[in-house]
């Protein structure tokens, strides 16, 4: 198993910036994988951005040149740094773990863009 202390999220204007935090314990050596999902009220959970454990990265479209995934392999922490954000950014973000053959979820934290 795999818990997650994820944080971070908020209120914000468009084009503001927050950065989400997501720290994983537990059965945590045998992850290759972290990142973030997002899910906004009546869509699907799609990909925001993931990190492999030796540091390959992706990232939706929607996303690109904007959000910037980075890990600390020292504190089994990723985070997102999400810059000029728009009102289409706003979901439940979900930090995932990823092991040969199991993901793991955290419970996700709220980013609102709004005026």
């Known amino acids: 198993q795999v818990q997650f202390v994820e944080s971070g999220g908020g209120l914000v204007e468009p084009g503001g910036s927050l950065r989400l935090s997501c720290a994983a314990s537990?059965?945590?050596?045998?992850?290759?994988?972290m990142g973030w999902y997002r899910q906004a009220p009546g869509k699907q959970r799609d990909l925001v951005a993931g990190i492999s454990n030796i540091g390959n990265t992706n990232y939706a479209d929607s996303v690109k040149g904007r959000f910037t995934i980075s890990r600390d392999n020292t504190k089994n922490t990723v985070y997102l740094q999400m810059n000029s954000l728009k009102p289409e950014d706003t979901a439940v973000y979900h930090c995932?773990?990823?092991?040969?053959?199991?993901?793991?979820w955290g419970q996700g934290t709220q980013v609102t863009v709004s005026s």
């Open positions: 995932y773990a990823r092991t040969i053959g199991m993901t793991y």
């Open positions: 537990g059965s945590i050596s045998g992850i290759v994988a």
